[in-house]
Structure formats: structure tokens, C-alpha cells
């Protein structure tokens, strides 16, 4: 009966065999039959990039540097009217003055100081209020409800409220700047915290985590992607605020000088301002998507 059923098995997988063969035009003992063409190659499909590409080195200058040349085109043919814009070399004349006389250093440190700080305070405060609304639904009930609401309501809505409470000083200043940090660093980081998967959760009471071992090993890499967002806004916002509280009644900083100039009509002296807060916003971005590329290396993205 054994050697039945393995006879028939043979010929089955002798006679499924031979199909393809004759089909092709092969001969069953392994070579092809005579006259026969040998069958076409299978023609190899085209692999498409779906992806953005690969990286260029400084690429993320290229944008600015086409506004700049443009910039200096349009002034050159006399397109822009100097009164109401300043060419680009007028501006660097501007500037050259101002940096030799030490006006546009001495401003600058100060509106460095209030940003530096208002973002201090803010990123604590935001990352502090993530983590207690994230981590305890006591937390959340208590905190969420009214941070959202605070979200609604523009900080710089509120500037007339903290002239009153704190009145026009530096504590003002950095008070407004710290409101909007805040606000961005807890939305993404609370978003992020909130969206580890429960998986991860189940797995830590598994294996019998601490609440330190659970903070450290799924917790903060599970909302670093989320603080990092929060951070690149919170800086957005940061220089933004300063823009804003440093023309109500200041008399140092880069928007102080701004506005001066503005009584003056030095349109110049305005644009070497904005210059100089688009420049220091460009690099700190920059340099908070370096931070995370190093410290998200593990991760594989479409943003290289």
C-alpha cells in the first residue's frame, strides 16, 4: 500500500512537471525541443520614487537666497521705490552703521535675553503641564479644559490684562512670550504623550516596571516627536511675542528700534530689524532640527 500511494505521488509530480515543459516548448528530459524559441526575458517594471528625494546640502537656504536676489533685481531696475522700500544694498549700508556705531549689538543682546528667557519658562511650564495632564486622568480633567481654552485666546489678547497685573517692565515682556511658548509645547507634547500606543503600556505592567523605568523607557521616547514639533513652535512663537511687547513702551531691543525708525520713515533701519528676527528665527530652527535628527536617529522618515 506504501509503495502505491509513493508510485502515484511520483507520477503526479512527474506529470505536473511536464506541463510547464511542454507548454514552453522544453523536452521532459531537461533540454529544449528541437525548433523551439527560447521564451522572451519577463520584462522588468520601471521601480517609481514616491518619496520626496534625496537631501541637499543647505538646500533650506536656497528659498531665502532666491527672495534676496530678487529682492536686489527688483531695486536695481528701479522697481521698488526706495522711500518705501530700501534696496538690499542700502540695507547692508544701514547695518554696516549700525554695527559700527553699536546700536544694532546692543539691541539685539537685549531682545535675545527676553526671548531666551520667555522660552525657558515656557518650554518648562508647557512640558510640566503635558506631563501632568498625559500621565493622570486627575490631571487631565483639572488641566486640559482650560489650557484649551487658553489656546483659543490669543497671548497677545491678554497684553492689556498683564499691563495691568505686571505693568510695562521686562516681566511683562517675558510673561507674554512664555504664555505663547507654553501653549505650544503642551498641545504637541500632551498630543504626543496621549498617542503612545497602549500596547507599550501593557507591556511595561508585563514586565513589572517601575514608574521611573515606565517614564524612562516608554514615556519619553514616545513624546519626544511631539516635544520636538512643540519646540520648532515654540520658538516660531517666541519671536513672535518679542516682535509684539518690544513696541509697547520699550526702550531697548530690536523692535524698539523699529518703531523709532518708523517715526523717522527710515524704511532701512526697519528692514535690518526684521532682517535680523527672520535670521535669528531661521537659526534656531535650524538648529532645533539638528538636535532632533540626532537625538530621533532612530527613526526612519521621509525627512532624511
Known amino acids: 500500500m506504501t509503495e502505491l500511494l509513493t508510485n502515484t505521488a511520483t507520477a503526479a509530480r512527474v506529470s505536473t512537471a511536464d506541463g510547464p515543459l511542454r507548454k514552453a516548448g522544453a523536452d521532459p528530459a531537461g533540454g529544449r525541443a528541437p525548433g523551439a524559441k527560447p521564451a522572451p526575458p519577463a520584462p522588468r517594471a520601471a521601480r517609481r520614487r514616491l518619496g520626496p528625494g534625496r537631501a541637499i546640502p543647505f538646500g533650506r537656504l536656497i528659498g531665502p537666497v532666491l527672495v534676496i536676489a530678487l529682492w536686489w533685481f527688483a531695486s536695481a531696475i528701479g522697481y521698488l521705490d526706495p522711500r518705501i522700500l530700501s534696496g538690499p544694498g542700502t540695507v547692508l549700508s544701514t547695518a554696516s552703521d549700525l ?86 509645547m503642551y498641545i504637541n507634547t500632551y498630543a504626543s504623550l496621549t498617542g503612545i500606543d497602549s500596547r507599550y503600556v501593557e507591556l511595561a505592567e508585563g514586565l513589572d516596571l517601575s514608574r521611573a523605568q515606565f517614564i524612562r523607557k516608554v514615556v519619553v521616547p514616545g513624546s519626544l516627536p511631539g516635544f520636538f514639533v512643540g519646540l520648532r513652535l515654540g520658538v516660531t512663537a517666541s519671536w513672535l511675542g518679542l516682535i509684539v511687547v518690544e513696541q509697547i513702551n520699550a526702550t531697548s531691543g ?35 532640527r539638528a538636535v532632533e535628527r540626532k537625538v530621533l536617529s532612530w527613526r526612519r522618515t521621509l525627512a532624511g
Do not use: C, H
Open 99 to 184: 554695527i559700527s556705531s553699536g546700536r544694532l549689538q546692543d539691541n539685539v543682546l537685549i531682545s535675545l535675553q527676553r526671548a531666551g528667557l520667555g522660552l525657558f519658562f515656557g518650554v518648562t511650564a508647557g512640558v510640566l503641564l503635558a506631563v501632568a495632564a498625559g500621565l493622570s486622568r486627575t490631571g487631565e480633567y483639572l488641566l486640559d479644559g482650560p489650557l484649551q481654552i487658553k489656546r483659543a485666546i490669543p497671548s497677545l489678547a491678554m497684553l492689556p490684562l498683564l499691563i495691568l497685573w505686571l505693568g510695562i517692565g521686562e516681566q511683562m515682556k517675558v510673561t507674554v512670550i512664555a504664555l505663547g511658548v507654553a501653549v505650544n
Open 254 to 288: 530690536i523692535g524698539y528700534m523699529m518703531f523709532q525708525a518708523q517715526q523717522y520713515a527710515q524704511s532701512d533701519v526697519i528692514i535690518v530689524g526684521l532682517v535680523a528676527y527672520g535670521i535669528f528665527g531661521f537659526a534656531s530652527d535650524a538648529a532645533v
